[in-house]
């Protein structure tokens, strides 16, 4: 989007968006394909509960319903008409990012050209985006007069718990589409061949959980393997009746190493922190791919090595994990880049603030107020979480992350402040300010700021650099091991 | 024990390195002693007094740290300006040669490098301590320009409380609790022990619990946390504005040096 369309403009054709958004009629919503699915004696009050979440969309031909590289929390049922389907090349830049993480492919020695693919009525799609926590991987777009049904995640959650036969065809997309490629993607499976690759891929068991769900409790037998594909798994010890956090698991993590290489029983419990979705391999497939290699086994005895060493250190001193306890119960674990304040050392002098301001062109995108932990303070700073789901959903898309970086920042002459991104951001990191200009409506013009870790400045945050104390620090919570050695 | 680690060097090194200068500084002022006559303005004397005036204009360039973080961070510039601005009142003593001078200028020099010095030195002292007792003695956490804000929420929440109260309950709020909380009562005795004066203020009302009503007992007890909420703020407020207030002593008179050397320099140039 060009910051040279006006805002106004802007603002309209979203507005006008917004007036096409009224909940799906329960009657039209029962006669399609995707809802027949579910079983027909509860699927009143199915449709009702999900109503709320699904909206039907019109488009035109040639109108893109998304677009490949954004966020999205939605699957698009296709109700009729036909939709085309455009996956760029490997090489286009936007393509295979995990949130966050800086994985970009290298680019292919030939240049590939663009998939192109039809889709027509009862076809899905945007489920693997919305339920692996991927940016969209094609855009699509109405061939012919398009009429789409939009499900949020939460209707989507409650139509695959509801209907098994959803949920397969779903698994069996990802499985056959998905799967692979995300597998090569995690390092440990760089190595295996693509006949232990293929196998792994049909065994494979796709399994959702819910917050505070135990998926592996400890001292059971440890049978799986499991590879984190959407959402946090916190991995926790008992100690004496107390549930000490150890780790956690993000999106390309994996557990049960320890039943591959020693058959021993969980030396963890693992549960979800919010709603995770998950590979699940068998131990003897898994035994069977990792096979003779030896990098691969080396690299899972490290791992194993590793999580039983923090595991020691965490039974031998239970306060070794307040800190991960602490990120895991405030969810700066999804903090790539925390701001955190040393309160001990802080002299409240506001330079930080001052800096932020000068660099902002006069306003500051933080407060110096947030909640505390000890003797850290965290600001209401942008966490730049690895899962940003303050891009979704953005009418403009004002607010972005280049691929490969950290900053998730707002472009402010596209913002056209209507506030999405602020009320889904969990930390209320995001604020809206006037920008002293007043609507066509005649209320006062407001653009969303946050923290972009300031941008293109060479010497990083001025929050960091400006504080006379060095009691303003950024620490990423992928890295628990220097959060350890700065919370110390 | 954070008290304690707060007043340690946070450079080892740059403090032993300032050591070290500060004792080749008085080597260097002790030999030339020695071996006859010291002269301000000459040799030695000279050399002090030149590294005085260039520390002081290092020192007195601080306020630029914001522009010069290309060339290292605030805290960076922080360090160099103790120990430079340190050492360069050691210098500029040196320079004297340890003898109270004569004229006037010269005379307004040694005072004001004296003050601003010990006030420096109590900036160090109050920017160590005051921000771990803060951190360390209170729960709450709060912006000094919040805090009249805060003051009158916490007022509104007692008045909304004390609705129904029975009425022994009901004078004491509004004759002796009340006014209390509506104003800022910056103590001095914060910076000793930043819960000080709170068994005290929450007496009278410990008191009253023994003999009233069970509902006007709870009552009581919030008004309790409301009031430790307040006796907090009260100390952020004395402690915050000191952290910010002690400048107004050493940064003017500061200025006012700079000048000083600046003309000092000139007239030795001229005359």
Request: aromatic share 6%; charged share 25%; glycine share 8%.
């Amino acid at each position: 989007m060009s910051g040279a369309v006006p805002k106004e403009q802007l603002r309209q054709a979203y507005e006008a968006r917004l007036r096409l958004l009224v909940p799906a009629d329960a009657a039209e919503l029962a006669r399609l394909p995707l809802i027949e699915l579910v079983p027909e004696k509860i699927r009143a009050s199915v449709i009702g509960k999900i109503q709320r979440y699904a909206h039907f969309l019109d488009f035109a031909p040639g109108q893109v319903v998304v677009s490949a590289g954004e966020w999205s929390d939605s699957v698009y049922a296709i109700v009729r008409g036909a939709a085309v389907v455009q996956e760029p090349a490997p090489d286009a830049p936007w393509r295979a990012v995990v949130r966050g993480a800086p994985s970009v492919p290298a680019p292919p020695s030939k240049p590939v050209p663009p998939r192109v693919q039809t889709l027509g009525a009862g076809d899905l799609f945007g489920d693997r985006s919305a339920l692996s926590r991927f940016p969209v991987s094609a855009t699509v777009s109405a061939w012919t007069p398009l009429r789409v049904l939009r499900v949020r995640l939460p209707a989507l959650r409650m139509l695959t718990a509801v209907a098994p036969e959803l949920r397969k065809r779903l698994d069996q997309r990802y499985r056959e589409e998905t799967l692979a490629h995300q597998l090569r993607r995690v390092g440990l499976f760089a190595e295996v061949d693509e006949a232990a690759l293929q196998r792994l891929r049909e065994r494979a068991k796709l399994l959702s959980f819910s917050p505070g769900q135990i998926v592996a409790r400890e001292g059971t037998l440890a049978d799986s393997f499991y590879l984190v594909r959407g959402g946090y798994l916190k991995v926790s010890v008992d100690v004496g009746g107390a549930d000490l956090a150890v780790t956690y698991l993000r999106p390309g993590d994996f557990a049960g190493e320890t039943a591959i290489l020693l058959d021993e029983r969980w030396p963890f419990t693992l549960q979800a922190v919010e709603h995770a979705e998950l590979v699940r391999l068998e131990r003897e497939d898994m035994a069977a791919a990792v096979g003779d290699k030896p990098r691969l086994k080396d690299r899972l005895w490290q791992e194993a090595l590793a999580r039983l060493k923090t595991r020691g250190v965490v039974a031998r001193n239970p306060v070794a994990s307040e800190y991960l306890q602490m990120a895991i119960e405030t969810g700066l674990v999804h903090g790539e880049s925390v701001l955190l304040i040393d309160l001990t050392t802080c002299t409240r002098c506001d330079d930080c603030v001052q800096a932020c301001a000068d660099t902002h062109g006069g306003q500051p995108v933080f407060i110096r107020e947030g909640k505390r932990y000890r003797n850290w303070l965290v600001p209401t700073a942008c966490y730049q979480c690895t899962d940003p789901v303050c891009l979704v959903d953005c009418p403009t898309g004002a607010i972005r992350r280049a691929v490969s970086t950290l900053e998730v920042t707002i472009d402010a002459p596209t913002c056209i402040g209507c506030s999405n991104c602020a009320t889904r951001c969990p930390w209320n990191n995001i604020v809206m300010v006037e920008t002293g200009g007043v609507r066509k409506d005649g209320k006062p013009d407001e653009v969303a700021v946050k923290c972009d870790l300031c941008l293109g400045r060479a010497e990083g945050p001025a929050c960091v650099s400006a504080c006379p104390h060095g009691s303003a620090v950024r620490i990423s919570f992928k890295d628990m091991g220097a959060v350890r050695s700065v919370l110390r | 024990m954070r008290i304690a680690a707060a007043f340690r060097p946070k450079q080892p090194r740059v403090f032993a390195a300032a050591l070290a200068v500060l004792v080749l500084l008085a080597a260097a002022h002790a030999i030339g002693l020695a071996r006859g006559r010291f002269d301000p303005g000459r040799g030695l004397g000279l050399a002090f007094g030149i590294l005085g005036a260039a520390g002081y204009v290092f020192a007195a360039a601080y306020s630029w740290r914001r522009r010069a973080a290309r060339v290292a961070p605030a805290r960076f510039w922080t360090q160099a300006h103790v120990y430079v601005g340190g050492l360069a009142a050691l210098a500029a003593l040196l320079h004297t040669g340890l003898a109270w001078p004569q004229g006037v200028i010269e005379t307004s020099l040694l005072l004001l490098t004296g003050w601003t010095t010990l006030t420096g030195v109590l900036g160090v002292a109050l920017q160590k301590g005051i921000p771990s007792r803060l951190t360390e003695g209170l729960r709450v956490e709060v912006l000094l320009e919040r805090i009249p804000e805060l003051r009158a929420r916490l007022v509104a929440a007692a008045d909304t409380r004390m609705e129904g109260a029975g009425e022994v309950l009901a004078r004491h709020y509004r004759q002796e609790l009340r006014p209390r909380l509506e104003r800022p009562l910056p103590a001095l005795a914060y910076l000793i022990e930043v819960r000080a004066g709170r068994d005290r203020a929450l007496e009278p009302l410990r008191r009253l619990s023994g003999f009233v009503a069970p509902p006007d007992k709870a009552r009581i007890d919030d008004l309790i946390g409301l009031q430790i909420e307040k006796l907090e703020l009260d100390a952020h407020l004395t402690l915050q504005r000191l952290l910010r207030g002690w400048l107004v002593l050493h940064a003017p008179p500061a200025g006012v040096l700079l000048g000083l050397v600046v003309f000092h320099v000139f007239t030795w140039l001229r005359y």
